[in-house]
């Protein structure tokens, strides 16, 4: 794991959601050393009547190219690592698409390895976290 929900504008090309999911995973194997083939991500695209933000928060500012990325992951990275893997993917994103890094949004959900199945109704025993 960690399961990977991104949530945007149908205004975005495939290509556009590919890059950024693709940002997305190279960071989280980079920053949380997960195996490359731990890839499970859900890009939802909605109409942009559906998203709703303030112009500025926190002194970033929104615009229509806003986009949320939610991971849920297993408990156990440190304050420090969770920052790098931000700013990673933010730099990721950025780097390899036009998305302004104000527009990018990341929550991290943590929850504990027993909490996670892959199949078969099974609570599958990984050694990363």
Excluded at 68 to 75: E, R
């Amino acid at each position: 794991m960690p399961l990977i929900r991104i949530t945007l504008s149908e205004n975005y090309s495939a290509e556009e959601c590919h890059k950024i999911s693709q940002a997305v995973h190279a960071t989280l194997i980079e920053d949380f050393t997960i195996p490359a083939d731990d890839y499970f991500h859900i890009i939802e695209q909605v109409n942009p009547s559906q998203l709703f933000f303030p112009d500025q928060y926190l002194g970033m500012k929104h615009d229509q190219g806003i986009l949320f990325i939610q991971i849920i992951a297993a408990m156990g990275r440190t304050r420090e690592q969770k920052q790098k893997l931000y700013k990673n993917i933010v730099l990721g994103i950025s780097g390899s698409t036009n998305i302004n890094p104000q527009n990018i949004i990341i929550t991290l959900l943590e929850n504990s390895k027993e909490n996670w199945s892959f199949g078969n109704g099974e609570l599958q025993n990984f050694n990363h976290i």
